[in-house]
């Protein structure tokens, strides 16, 4: 309720009062949700550890050669949808919106469920082959989608720690990676009750420290991969001129 009521103050400008009640029932949800903050920011730093730029200039072109995939990743409510729209607008390309294969095939590679700590670490020594192989699984799970379809999109923001993952099994995937205001982007997320597993919006201070750690690892994909691996795509770029820009994604994805 306190979230319904924050987005009706605010339709009619009614901001403080808004702002109450989004504060508010964030404080509720957060009481509701175990989020171990301290974990998931040594994640993030582990994540540039592993994900070095020699190691992803030493692996280039391992894993299954599959153009099919695109990846659209970001913050949540940064644009990623937009995007997808746009290229699913395309007769030759399907948005599947956000899957959760990516992730699960991460964590099996990892080693979780497997009686051991899960580690990203271990993918760094596997062969091109089982790369591969991890790649092509993802290929099967999303071509079943749409099977016609010559470009399969996948928004899920969250894959934006899984990108040197998707440089490794899938080294023609095409990366989106959608950036918005970062004030924007966190009170988009702060003033959403969300349905899926978002437990770091809660709270503001928890929100930009988040946020920090994504810009972080952000800037270490820019600086880590070469500029046909990974299009940058400003949000309000594409609201203040989607032709351009729609055609720019477009031809990033071939």
């Known amino acids: 309720l306190h979230f319904a009521l924050g987005k009706a103050y605010d339709d009619v400008a009614r901001h403080a009062q808004a702002f109450d009640h989004l504060r508010r029932g964030a404080a509720l949800k957060r009481r509701q949700i175990t989020y171990d ?4 920011l040594k994640s993030f730093d582990r994540i540039r550890e592993i994900f070095s730029k020699e190691l992803l200039a030493s692996r280039a072109g391992s894993g299954s050669p599959s153009p099919l995939p695109v990846f659209v990743v970001g ?3 940064s644009g990623t949808t937009l995007v997808e729209q746009i290229l699913a607008s395309h007769p030759k390309v399907y948005g599947a919106g956000e899957l959760e294969d990516l992730g699960q095939i991460a964590a099996g590679a990892a080693g979780a469920g497997s009686g ?7 993918v760094a020594g596997m062969s ?3 790369l591969g192989r991890f790649g092509d699984d993802y290929v099967r799970r999303v071509q079943a989608m749409a099977p016609a379809a010559e470009r399969i999109v996948d928004k899920m923001p969250e894959n934006f720690r899984h990108v040197g993952f998707i440089r490794l099994i899938l080294p023609n995937a095409r990366i989106i990676h959608m950036r918005r205001n970062p004030v924007d982007t966190c009170l988009s997320c702060f003033s ?5 597993n978002q437990p770091h919006t809660y709270d503001l201070a928890e929100l930009g420290r988040y946020y920090r ?3 972080r690892l952000a800037a270490h994909w820019r600086a880590s991969l070469s500029p046909e691996a990974m299009l940058e795509v400003q949000y309000e770029d594409v609201v203040a ?3 351009s820009q729609a055609r720019r994604i477009v031809a990033f994805c071939g």
């Not at 903050?37 to 998931?40: D, G, Q, R």
């Not at 051991?116 to 271990?122: M, S, V, Y």
């Open 37 to 40: 903050e301290s974990a998931t």
């Open 75 to 77: 913050m949540p409510r």
């Open 116 to 122: 051991r700590a899960a580690d990203l670490g271990i």
């Open 128 to 130: 091109d082959g089982l």
């Open 192 to 196: 959403k009750l969300f349905s899926g």
């Open 213 to 215: 750690a994504y810009d």
């Open 241 to 243: 001129d989607i032709e």
